[in-house]
Every structure is written in C-alpha cells, then in structure tokens.
C-alpha cells in the first residue's frame, strides 16, 4: 500500500506561515535571533531600513518604484544583510567537475539517426558539431526535419532534453541574414529568453545572423539601440515585446517564423492577451512552432487559432520526468524544514543545488538562515533587479560549491550546468510546477536528485504529482535526524498565504437592517418644477455633472411649440 494510503496524511493542503521559524530555530540561544528571523530590529536599524527605501524610491509603505514596463522591484534591505554575513572567510572552495553526457542512453538520445540525415547541412551543421553535440533527442530528431519543411509543430517534451536547440536549428538555417525581424521567440522569463539567445548565437557562430534578447528590467534605450541595427532573431518575453511595439521600435509586419517557448508558463502568469495579440500582428503566411514539457487544452486551442495545421509531437509518452532523476519525498513538519534543509546540505555535500520556495519572503529568510550556517547560499526572485539576478547566476556558473535559493521565477529556463540537485523546500500547489522544477537538474543525459518536503497535510498533492509525472517518489527518511514539537507560537498559515482574518458577528441591529426591505430611493428633484422649464421636450432624468458645465445635453424627439 502506498504511504499516504492508510490516511497518515489528510487530503485538504495548507501553507504554513514563515514568520515563526526563526524563532524556533534560535528557541535554544533566543539571543542569537535577527530581525528577519523574528526578532526586533533596533530603533538605529529601523531609520536605516526607512532610509533605504526612500533611496531607492519605495513609498513608505513599501510600495515599489516606477521603473519600465516589467521592471521588479529591489530587496535591498535582505540582500545587504546576506552580504555583510557572506563577508566572513570562508574555507577554499572545490571546482565542480562534470561528468561527460551519456549519449548513449536510449531514453534520452535517437540512436537510428544522424544530424545529416535530418537535413542540417552548412553553418547549422558545424555549429552545432562545435558546440559537443554527438547525438540528437528524441524531441530534436522529431521536430527538426518537420520544421525544415516549413510545417507548424506543436511539440511536448521532457525538461532538459534539448528544446531549444530543436527550434534554433532549423531557425538558423532557414532565416536569411540581411532581413531584419524574420524570427520571433516568445519565453516566459527574462533568463529563459537571455539563455536563449545565448544558445542560438552560439549555434549560429558560423552565420552572419544577429540575436537580440528583449525582456524586462533592462533600460528600453538600450535595446531600442540594439533594434535599430535590424536583427534578424528577436527573443523575449511578451510583455517587453509587446511595449517595444507600441513604442514602434519593433515591427512584426517582417516575421516569418514565430515560436513559443514554455507557452503553458506564459499562460500562467497572465501572458495569454500578449501573445494572442503578437500573434495576430505577425503575418498569416508565417511557420509557427510552439515547444513545451506539458500541452494543456488551452494550449491545443490556441494552436487551432493561430497555427495552419500543426503537427503535434509527443516524446514523453511513458512520464513528464527525466530516469535520470532521482525522485524522494521526506516527511517533516512546517516548523522543521528549515533544520531538516541544512541537515541535508550538511550530511550529502551536494555539488550544486538549487532550493525552490513559494515565497519571496522565504526565499531571503531561508537564505539567510543558510548563510548564518556558514552554507554558501544566493537568494533569486522577482523582487530583485535583473543586475543583481544576473550576479547571482554568474557566481553560480562559475563553479565552487554553492546553493541557489530560489523562488518558481527560476523553474523555467535556469539551465546551469553541474545542477545535481532540487529540494522542493514548499511543495507547489500546481503539479505542473514541480515538473519544471525538478527538471533543472538531470539535464542533457546527466544524473540527478530531488528532494521533497512533504508536510502532513500534502499528501492529495503528491498524489496529484505522482499521477501527473506517472511516477511513485518513494519516502526518504534520515534516522539521525529528530523532529521537534509544535512550538507554542506557531500559526498555520491559511490557503493563499493571507494571515487569518477574525470573524465577528453581525449585530442584531446590522442584520435587520439587512434581512429588510430597502426602502425606494427618495427623489432629489421635483419633477413639477423641472417640467415647467422644458415645455414640450424630453424632460431629463436627473441634472448632469459639474463637469458639463451645467449644460443640459439631451436629445429631443418630439417637436417643439412655438
């Protein structure tokens, strides 16, 4: 019988609120808590924080600074205080050493057919021999011969098995250099749209074609400049692409091939009037590919309406999930993840892992708890310039030990290599989500682990999961290490991270008020008086507004005596 078979676990789901943690995690040295962790900062800390956000141009309240469409805003305050911790020495790090891609494996790579024989010949062809590839994918050897024929696709595939490159082949042999604005690649995410840009000018090295990334958070001016050199391939996320079109320095009259990318994402976060939008500026006759690990019904619909015939692909028959990953839930309560994390990180030594939570604000604090720990820990969410995210991602590439804390911005296109592990700290209300997440490790043929924290109320979800992903996660459990009890001054948090509300009653006086009648609406005009001056016309209804001037506009249909 399956684990949450025997009703250990209950099947309603619940958040659990954040803001108790530290003080259960310093309960044993109270005089060590901070004021992320639920302390009180000092009245000196305070005038520093308010000066901050005066600074960066935060109201008061906390609201965020007016900057370009899709700017986020800054976590200076979190950020400085990881920092000034981080400075501390720290013992030399050891390099991360890759282990090669198995091209061998039969799940992953199409061993009955050459990049040759699917028609890539030319620049394509050495590029993509320059950049290691040895064998195709299943998703590659699929969709690329289709989409040289100029046919629209619609293809589904497992996380990290090559998407990108199963598009940008083709693009780059069948995009003419010399004609601007021919390709259009829509992304979810500024990292997935730069990381796609990266891999398509890498594969193109032998063309003369230009790539422009265009996403929020950088200064429109800036890529308004690079526009106007007339790439020919545009990647970004739709909102920035839409902006750059009402500023008219983007035109979509040129486009011959227009992707999606992860479109199920774009769908999520609100992106579905941009995209219908973009795709009803681009020409009718234009090659349209849409790429993604799952393929809803909306997704099917929004192919029937913009897309001439498409092909539909599906590699992941069998499971949305990569073998190659290995897939473990661990039992814990809300109040325990936080040690149940850093007895993880501690006892494996995982080379790189990436730690995803549903909060922003649970991503700083656990970042910071890691970091007083002495773990070497960046935080990623949207609340944090797109300068500060690239920081992190390039101290992440570089290699060393490291843990990316990371809310679900980073489950969609963070494609780093060396990632041996995913700990799913917050189990994500949507199955979908988890797919993503787990796939940043496992990629390209590689192994990796995910770990998920599963508290007792979640077991309906990963149920949910395991029948999406059609797989059982076994249960992982550490014998050394205790949970604790519930400490006295935990609150659950309620569905929708919202603290709870207190529900009073209704007054007697409230509720007759209520249960009666409502009496008609009292005239503010004596229509004897109002009819007397306007003889013979259409009398109005009520006077107009201060701003007509106290000129009555109406329309008269009967006629007037004379």
């Not at 325990?336 to 850093?342: E, G, M, S």
Request: positive net charge; hydrophobic residues 35%.
């Amino acid at each position: 019988m399956h684990p949450r078979a025997n009703g250990t676990m209950s099947d309603d789901t619940s958040r659990t609120s954040e803001e108790h943690l530290a003080e259960n995690d310093n309960a044993d040295n109270p005089e060590s808590a901070s004021p992320t962790d639920g302390g009180e900062p000092t009245k000196k800390k305070k005038r520093r924080r308010r000066g901050r956000r005066r600074k960066a141009g935060a109201s008061e309240n906390g609201a965020p600074p007016t900057t370009d469409a899709d700017d986020e805003t800054p976590s200076g305050d979190a950020d400085e205080a990881v920092e000034e911790k981080r400075e501390s020495p720290k013992p030399a790090k050891r390099k991360r050493e890759l282990k090669p891609v198995d091209a061998t494996d039969p799940d992953l790579f199409d061993q009955e057919i050459g990049w040759e024989q699917m028609g890539l010949q030319g620049p394509a062809l050495e590029g993509l021999k320059a950049a290691g590839f040895k064998k195709p994918t299943f998703i590659q050897s699929m969709l690329i011969p289709r989409a040289l024929t100029g046919r629209d696709v619609l293809g589904q595939a497992k996380t990290g098995t090559g998407k990108t490159a199963a598009f940008g082949l083709p693009l780059i042999q069948m995009v003419t250099p010399g004609d601007p604005f021919q390709a259009l690649i829509l992304a979810p995410t500024r990292e997935l749209a730069t990381q796609i840009g990266d891999e398509i000018r890498s594969l193109g090295k032998f063309t003369d074609l230009s790539v422009v990334p265009v996403y929020g958070g950088q200064s429109i001016r800036i890529q308004a400049d690079k526009l106007s050199k007339k790439p020919e391939i545009i990647v970004g996320t739709p909102g920035r692409i839409m902006d750059m079109v009402e500023r008219r320095y983007l035109s979509l009259k040129q486009v011959k091939f227009a992707v999606l990318d992860e479109v199920d994402r774009m769908l999520d976060i609100g992106f579905r009037d941009d995209i219908r939008r973009i795709l009803g500026m681009c020409p009718k006759e234009r090659q349209t590919m849409v790429v993604s690990a799952t393929i809803s019904p909306e997704i099917e619909d929004l192919a029937r309406r913009y897309m001439n015939e498409p092909e539909k692909i599906v590699t992941a028959k069998d499971s949305l999930t990569v073998r190659m990953v290995k897939q473990y839930y661990l039992p814990a309560n809300p109040w325990d993840k936080r040690r149940l994390l850093i007895h993880l990180l501690t006892h494996e030594e995982p080379a790189l892992t990436v730690v995803f939570c549903r909060l922003k604000r649970t991503v700083d604090q656990v970042t910071e708890k890691l970091v007083e720990k002495g773990i070497e820990a960046y935080a990623m969410h949207g609340d944090m310039r797109q300068a500060k995210r690239e920081s992190v991602l390039s101290k992440i590439k570089r290699g060393g030990l490291g843990v990316l804390v990371a809310s679900d911005l980073a489950s969609r296109g963070l494609d780093i290599e060396g990632i041996t592990h995913v700990i799913n700290y917050d189990l994500p209300d949507d199955p979908e989500v988890y797919v993503h997440r787990i796939g940043r490790t496992a990629r390209a043929g590689r192994e990796g682990v995910a770990w998920t924290f599963v508290t007792p109320e979640q077991g309906k979800l990963l149920t949910e999961i395991e029948n999406l992903t059609n797989a059982e996660i076994p249960r992982l459990e550490y014998p050394d290490f205790q949970p604790s009890e519930r400490p006295k001054n935990w609150r659950d948090e309620p569905t929708g991270g919202r603290p709870p509300v207190e529900v009073r009653g209704v007054n007697k006086t409230a509720r007759n008020r209520l249960e009666a009648a409502a009496p008609p609406p009292a005239s503010r005009i004596d229509e004897k008086k109002l009819a007397a001056k306007f003889p013979g016309g259409i009398v109005p209804t009520k006077l107009p507004g201060k701003r007509m001037g106290g000129k009555v506009r109406t329309a008269r249909t009967n006629k007037l005596d004379l």
